[in-house]
């Protein structure tokens, strides 16, 4: 197993800093918008944009899976290296 180098354990510990921060953010902001009241079409909004994203998402992904044969049966390698008949 590679140990992970200075530089790694640096990364890895600003990275944590920021998720720290950034749920301490989120929550001050959450507790200060109690009383905040979303009108239905705001709802509506919402609920347009979550079904857009998930279609954009998907839309996009599809042809990234095809395009890399994982529709495709697995095949086996014979030994040397070359394509069985599988």
């Known amino acids: 197993m590679k ?6 354990w640096i990364v890895v510990a600003v990275l944590a800093v920021l998720l720290v921060w950034s749920g301490l953010v ?6 200060l918008l ?3 009241r ?3 079409y705001g709802y509506a ?3 347009l944009d979550i079904r ?3 279609t954009v998402g998907a839309g996009l992904m599809g042809p990234i899976l095809y395009s890399y044969g994982c529709d495709e049966p ?6 040397d290296g070359d394509q069985g008949s599988g």
Request: net charge neutral; charged share 15%.
């Open 26 to 31: 989120a929550f001050r902001e959450w507790s």
């Open 3 to 8: 140990t992970m180098s200075i530089g790694s």
């Open 74 to 79: 697995p095949k086996l390698l014979s030994n």
């Open 34 to 36: 109690q009383d905040v």
């Open 52 to 54: 857009l994203s998930l």
């Open 45 to 47: 909004a919402m609920i």
């Open 38 to 40: 979303i009108p239905p």
